[in-house]
């Protein structure tokens, strides 16, 4: 253990200077790191992103090469690559520290509607991705997080706005079909009716958190 002379402490961390005064230590015991290197952690998680990618530009570009030499009409190395883009996300999302769970779980489910839609679309659009899979996810969010809600019950006032952004993205399934793009509404209805109601009953529900919710997120409502 090294001692800093001038600040009167023992220090076990492997250092040669002390950490308050940034005073040469003195003693030749050699010390253990006491706290994680944070920043080698992050340098082997950025490598491990650039292979990962490297890897899934050489598969993507190796299937598209032979998707054009063997002539196949339908292009399955598109469908390929976006889903190694895909998971790229997934991944990415995973190893940034700062983004909440919540962030996680919105990103990926609207990632993959994209993907559905897109699948959908190159294998001849038949609609089963905005008429089923669209408004499924929705309803599986909703539900998602009203369990998250109810097993959070110290905080759940901070689901609000993810509520509220679900049925906004609700009301999208009704516009096409009003615009005929989609085909069946069932699925489009009760994903809105489900995200209408929870929002509704958090709000009604919810009082004076609620409010504060709304003041610390848009300044509305006052306190």
Known sequence: MKKCNFCNVNIKDNTDHCPLCGGVLEGDEPGFDTYPN???????????????????????????????????????????????????????????????????????????????IVIDYILGFKRWSINYVFPSALIFMSLSFLLLMLINRRNWQSYLIIHMLITFFSVIPLIMYALEIITDPVMSIIAFSLSFVITLGIIILGGSRVKSELYRRFHIFGK
């Open 38 to 116: 944070v920043l080698k952690k992050e340098k082997a998680i950025s490598f491990i992103f650039r292979l990962t990618l490297f890897l899934a530009i050489i598969a993507s570009a190796a299937c598209i090469i032979i998707n054009i030499s063997t002539g196949v009409s339908i292009a399955w190395s598109v469908i390929v690559s976006l889903s190694f883009l895909y998971l790229l996300l997934i991944l990415y999302l995973f190893v940034r520290e700062n983004a909440g769970y919540r962030v996680r779980a919105f990103g990926i489910v609207a990632a993959g509607i994209i993907l559905v």
